[in-house]
């Protein structure tokens, strides 16, 4: 079967060779796999469903794509570069942590054995930003042998996985802290797999790796891939350098120092403060555009970056910017105005707690977004939110059917006052290592029918970029598009 990619804004896959009923609605770049190549529809599989394509829709070509998966609190990213390479930065709690039961794992399972028909997900590049569960949890499920059965795919293969130094450790004095300090920076740095093996051994009046991201990487390692530790002394993520018609990926942060001959990150104060300051910081650039991925970047972070890259501010320029930790009001407005991003994309949670999106963040993000007006429309800037994107089916119980249940004469039971019947039902907020249990009458209690998650779609030729939701409803797409200034 051949692959061909859609080279329309948007294209109807429809039900049959003809008739207007369609399946759902493909994306511009979307790949087909081609099963019948005549005909003015030609019949494909895309998404994991049959149909036909209008033959005017395909001879397309492989795009850019990136996801900004909705893992509710959290961040998960998913890049596919044109030459088909897998690059999955973070995923979200782990699946026992979040309310949905959901993360970027399952997202990723979908694109592999759905949306390509493999049934090995294979990654080019498995990175965690930092060291904080709503980031790593979401890799975690993807790699833990445990739970394999969430997932359709047989197989994960992680050709590299990428951190960022700094790790959760513990000592004969400390439960929990993120190493020794000198002269104000962090000087405990984990690199790879053989710093990795020593960190989860029990030294002698040594320190340790401590808690669940010490599981984590006891996965990472039994998993048998490479480990590195990713700052800016790298340049380049590796393998992916700048190259005629390739995708590249500029590492601008954590900045790494040389403190007597010793790696080391400046330690930015409270240990939040280290762990979201010190995230990796990204530049995906294809042919013009820019994709800035900041992790959980925060305002003194930026102020140092800002002081690091004095003369350099334009690297943070881009098209497209993920929000710097989920729309968190710790950020600096003169790192927002340096990015003067044409598009942002707020990895916004479930966790009331936090409150993110901030308005003012929201606000920030726009009015230090580069603007085009055209034809008396605002082209730029545009901010997306997953949490505002997201939404439920909500349904209202009605009755309930005892099936195992029946009369004298073999009906099963019904009630239909559900005042009657009481429930005892688990909840999980976000981030909580226990559920809560709550009991209520039915009859007071909504049932959600089904989550519609808050994906959002990132294309670009290298010249001309499209952000995309899907309006699941009328099954189709809701898309802007605008060009790289760059």
């Not at 308005?359 to 939110?385: C, F, H, K, Q, W």
């Amino acid at each position: 079967m051949a692959t061909d990619y859609i080279s329309s804004d948007t294209a109807p896959l429809y039900e049959a060779a003809t008739g207007n009923r369609k399946c759902t609605e493909l994306l511009w770049g979307d790949s087909v796999r081609v099963l019948d190549n005549a005909g003015q529809r030609r019949k494909v599989k895309a998404r994991g469903k049959e149909g036909y394509v209008n033959a005017d829709d395909l001879d397309g070509r492989a795009l850019l794509e990136v996801y900004f998966i909705d893992v509710g609190q959290g961040d998960g990213v998913l890049i596919r570069t044109p030459d088909n390479r897998h690059v999955l930065i973070d995923g979200g709690y782990n699946r026992a942590k979040q309310p949905t039961g959901k993360n970027a794992a399952d997202f990723v399972d979908w694109k592999f054995y759905r949306d390509y028909g493999k049934r090995k997900i294979k990654l080019d590049a498995m990175i965690a930003s930092h060291c904080d569960a709503d980031h790593y949890g979401g890799l975690w499920d993807l790699l833990n042998p445990e739970e394999t059965d969430e997932l359709d795919s047989p197989e994960v293969e992680v050709k590299q996985f990428y951190h960022a130094g700094l790790s959760w450790w513990k000592s004969a004095t400390e439960r929990r802290f993120l190493g020794p300090k000198s002269d104000g920076f962090l000087t405990k740095l984990l690199d790879g797999r053989a710093s990795v093996a020593a960190g989860l051994q029990s030294g002698r009046g040594g320190i340790k790796l401590q808690g669940e991201w010490a599981d984590f990487l006891r996965v990472v390692y039994d998993h048998g891939c490479p480990v590195s530790r990713l700052t800016s002394a790298n340049d380049y993520l590796p393998g992916f350098e700048p190259g005629r018609d390739k995708a590249s990926i500029r590492v601008l942060a954590p900045v790494e120092y040389d403190l007597n001959g010793q790696p080391a990150l400046r330690s930015l104060g409270k240990h939040s403060q280290n762990t979201n300051g010190h995230s990796i910081l990204m530049r995906l650039d294809y042919g013009r555009s820019r994709i800035l991925l900041t992790g959980d970047l925060n305002k003194k972070a930026q102020h140092l970056l800002l002081q690091e890259y004095e003369g350099q501010r334009h690297e943070f320029m881009c098209d497209v910017a993920k929000g710097c930790h989920h729309g968190s009001d710790d950020v600096s407005f003169e790192f927002l105005q340096a990015m003067g991003a044409a598009a942002t994309v707020i990895s916004s949670g479930d966790a009331e707690g936090h409150a993110h999106p901030r308005p003012n963040v929201v606000s920030a993000s726009a009015i230090t977004g580069r603007v085009e007006i055209r034809d008396d429309e605002l082209v730029t800037p545009l901010v997306y939110s997953t949490e505002i994107s997201r939404s439920v089916n909500i349904g209202t119980p009605v009755k309930i059917g005892l099936r195992d249940y029946v009369d004298d004469e073999g009906n099963s039971l019904e009630i239909a006052d559900l005042r009657r019947v009481k429930i005892d039902y688990d909840v999980v907020k976000a981030g909580d290592l226990n559920p809560t249990r709550h009991s209520r009458s039915l009859s007071s209690k909504k049932i959600v029918d089904g989550i519609i998650y808050g994906l959002v779609n990132v294309r670009t030729d290298g010249n001309r970029i499209l952000c995309a939701v899907l309006n699941e409803k009328k099954n189709s797409w809701e898309y802007q598009s605008f060009y790289s200034r760059f």
